[in-house]
């Protein structure tokens, strides 16, 4: 964890954001928090993790999420040096996703 970040007023954040229980409570708490462009900031970062997961170059990247080149190194080095954190949000959605698809048969 970095020290930095870490503090007892980051837990309660990430508490309350944990608290929240569907999609809908979510855009509620974040469009209260953050700025429209801080949540489209953030989601566009996700979606270049999820390209980068699933080895999409830069080019085809940039070209869907209008994302820099700069956003997607700074991404891709998350990935590759980073804490795991946008790796672990990634396996978790294709896990239910998978599951998902496994119940619907």
């Known amino acids: ?50 390209m980068l997961d699933n080895k999409c170059t830069y080019v085809e990247i940039a070209a869907k999420t209008g994302a820099s080149t700069a956003t997607i190194s700074r991404v891709n080095r998350a990935l590759t040096y980073g804490t795991d954190g946008y790796k672990l949000a990634i396996d978790r959605i294709k896990q239910k996703n998978e599951n998902k698809t496994i119940d619907e048969k």
């Open 1 to 50: 964890m970095n020290p930095k970040i870490k503090t007892p007023c980051t837990d309660k954040l990430f508490q309350y954001i944990l608290s929240m229980q569907t999609i809908e409570e979510c855009y509620q708490l974040f469009e209260d928090l953050c700025t429209v462009h801080e949540i489209q900031a953030i989601a566009q970062r996700m979606e270049v993790a999820e």
